[in-house]
């Protein structure tokens, strides 16, 4: 008896994880290990510093590879499913995981064309139904793990430009657009703190990554928040220049709740570019956007080891062969072009999210702010007292006299980061 109930509790937690996933007809590891001709399989080699995944296959007695993950950070490759119709194998779908974000890109291997695609979103909590697969449209329905409990039917249609989607109890179904993986030569300068090394840029971005797009992630002031509670975040990024073909070495500033400011330095990796917006008039010009992840760590003390880390979308124009930031005049239509989300780890461990934009801070909850007449959103009061106080002081407050509203815009609009330029621009990841 004793025995039987040891093999029962074994038992359970395998029959939770089959079930949880029973809506995805898994091949087994045993089954997948034997590779068929002219099917992908995934090699993996390990070396001092990091860890590469490659997605292969053979074909008349050649070896390709479709895709390659470098990291440093334990994300992966993992195969999620063969999908066969009458038969026939149609495609592989693998997860791409991101340990940064604590999520997944999902690939799809077309057999039939013989083409790769990706959804440039990383999901969290979401994993795909291979039938609902639509390689026409490029778009797939995934489900929330959490499905089992009770969630609406709501269904959330997800765009390319969207870089990362938290896990959210709120939608059971997700449709997601996926778009086509172009393998780029990862002959680059690599940095000693870049994050996963995954590249991939559409075919028709491609030329614009081969640029020096610094000017996209130099003089730019944002704000955000961190943790649950919200607290006021801004964030300053001073300058930045150009290491490789798609890495961006950062230097900045972020002030918390409007009193500590601390220096930071770090690395932008360009992941992917969606062109072709071509929103252009009087007020707006924009061509469309620039997705990657950063990491940036603080600089100064030794003890000081907070790090900020995660995916980030920029809007670009091109102005006479040059590339410049996406440009929007009217400061009461709320227009994200600059976005960043992602994780804040203190120097004690803890863990926070953390966003900050130009515009709308992703990720802030609804009850967060309210829109006026003019379109400015004001901050709630169950949120002031978490640094947004001055703001609402130096635009919102009625009772404040004249100098004491000065004083609030001063402290909104002057420049806080003046130290910033002073940092090298080079580090270690000991620094």
């Keep these: 008896m004793k025995v039987f109930l040891l093999y029962s509790l074994f038992l359970l937690p395998l029959c939770h994880v089959s079930a949880m996933n029973s809506y995805m007809e898994q091949n087994s590891a045993e089954d997948y290990a034997l ?37 440093t950070d334990c994300s992966s490759i993992d195969f999620v499913q063969s999908y066969k119709r009458n038969g026939v194998r149609r495609f592989d779908c693998f997860a791409v995981y991101d340990n940064v974000a604590d999520g997944n890109r999902f690939l799809f291997f077309d057999y039939e064309s013989w083409i790769t695609y990706i959804t440039p979103t990383c ?9 609902s697969v639509n390689f026409s449209n490029m778009e797939v329905l995934l489900e929330n793990e959490g499905s089992k409990l009770k969630l609406s039917d709501d269904t959330l249609c997800v765009a390319s430009e969207v870089s990362y989607l938290p896990f959210s109890r709120t939608y059971r179904m997700i449709k997601a657009k996926f778009v086509p993986y172009l393998h780029i030569e990862k002959e680059m300068e690599q940095h000693t703190c870049t994050p996963s090394t995954n590249s991939w840029i559409k075919g028709w971005g491609a030329e614009i990554g081969q640029e020096d797009l610094s000017g996209l992630f130099a003089g730019l002031t944002l704000t955000g928040i961190w943790g649950e509670g919200c607290g006021r975040i801004d964030i300053r990024l001073e300058e930045a220049h150009k290491t490789g073909r798609g890495t961006y070495t950062v230097k900045g500033a972020s002030r918390i709740r409007l009193s500590v400011i601390r220096l930071f330095r770090g690395t932008i990796r360009i992941d992917s570019i969606l062109g072709g917006l071509g929103l252009k008039d009087e007020c707006i010009n924009m061509d469309g956007f620039v997705y990657g992840r950063y990491v940036f760590r603080e600089y100064g003390a030794d003890s000081l080891k907070t790090y900020y880390c995660g995916h980030f ?8 062969q040059r590339v410049e930031k996406g440009r929007n005049d009217i400061t009461e239509l709320r227009m994200n072009l600059s976005e960043y989300t992602g994780h804040r780890q203190a120097a004690d461990g803890r863990k926070e999210v953390c966003s900050w934009a130009d515009a709308f801070i992703p990720g802030a909850p609804k009850d967060f702010c309210v829109i006026n007449d003019a379109g400015e959103w004001v901050i709630t009061p169950k949120y002031r007292k978490e640094g947004w106080d001055n703001l609402y002081d130096a635009y919102f407050n009625d009772s404040l006299t004249d100098d004491e509203v000065r004083k609030a815009r001063l402290a909104e609009e002057g420049e806080w980061w003046p130290e910033a330029t002073d940092i090298p621009f080079f580090m270690n990841c000991n620094d």
């Design 123 to 131: 999901f969290s909590g979401f994993y795909p139904i291979c039938s």
């Design 35 to 71: 590779v068929e001709p002219d099917t992908l399989y995934i090699e993996k080699e390990e070396t001092d510093f990091e860890i590469i995944y490659r997605l292969c296959f053979y074909k008349h007695d050649k070896r390709y590879v479709v895709f390659e993950l470098k990291t």
């Design 313 to 320: 979308r920029q809007a670009y124009r091109n102005n006479e």
